[in-house]
């Protein structure tokens, strides 16, 4: 009943691969987020998608593209993989969004960890 | 720019004491304000938010402190326990659309039995 749940939990790769990671929320939010968490801890937010539309896009490279089949799921893909792009990925989901309203709380997913060789 | 700054990034404490984590934003629009704890190899978790028409919020042992004015923001730990030893992430909700939240750099709070 894990209610933010991330696969694989842990990825290893060599660069130029390309690479996914899925997300799955079972909260009935509506919206969706992939934050980037590095080395130093740093939280960076790079997309999100409210009701399956992209709504935030942080400048992040194109080799980034993110993909909302429904709005339970938010999958992330990652096309010729950098040292760089090693770091924990999570998806977050939260129930509000809309002019005026704040995000709400976040609730994270166990965090993927990408190690990029 | 959107920006939040966080201090300390480390803080040491011994068990009992009191710890006070301090965070800026540049947005006078940002109404919102949350709290999360991450200990080692876990997710981020919310442990306490508040909203700009409050001032203080409480919930035990920890309280977050508003000033819009300043556009600064403050968690308080009381009594602090070994088992609080984590990175602390404060964070400002941005506006411009849609909301999204920007985090603070994190403080690793150490409290020593």
């Known amino acids: 009943d894990t209610a933010v749940s991330q696969t694989p939990k842990y990825l290893v790769t060599q660069m130029g691969n390309d690479k996914s990671i899925k997300c799955e929320q079972n909260?009935?939010?509506?919206?969706m987020y992939w934050y980037k968490q590095d080395s130093k801890k740093f939280l960076k937010i790079m997309f999100s998608y409210n009701n399956k539309e992209l709504i935030i896009n942080e400048t992040v490279p194109n080799r980034f593209s993110p993909k909302s089949p429904d709005k339970a799921h938010l999958n992330l893909h990652i096309n010729s993989l950098e040292l760089g792009d090693s770091a924990v990925y999570f998806c977050?989901?939260?129930?509000?969004?809309?002019?005026?309203?704040?995000?709400?709380?976040?609730?994270f997913g166990e965090g993927s960890r990408l190690t990029v060789l | 720019g959107e920006n939040v700054e966080q201090h300390p990034s480390t803080l040491s404490v011994q068990e009992g004491d009191s710890a006070v984590i301090k965070c800026t934003y540049s947005d006078s629009a940002s109404n919102y304000f949350p709290w999360y704890k991450q200990e080692l190899g876990k997710r981020p978790q919310l442990i306490i938010d508040?909203?700009?028409?409050?001032g203080e919020k409480k919930d035990q042992r920890i309280a977050v402190t508003l000033n819009k004015t300043a556009k600064h923001f403050s968690l308080h730990i009381t009594e602090t326990q070994p088992e609080d030893s984590a990175v602390y992430f404060c964070a400002a909700s941005f506006s411009g659309g849609y909301n999204k939240l920007i985090f603070g750099a994190g403080t690793r709070l150490a409290v020593h039995p």
């Open positions: 508040i909203r700009s028409n409050v």
């Open positions: 977050a989901s939260s129930p509000r969004q809309g002019a005026g309203r704040d995000t709400g709380e976040l609730f």
């Open positions: 909260l009935g939010h509506d919206t």
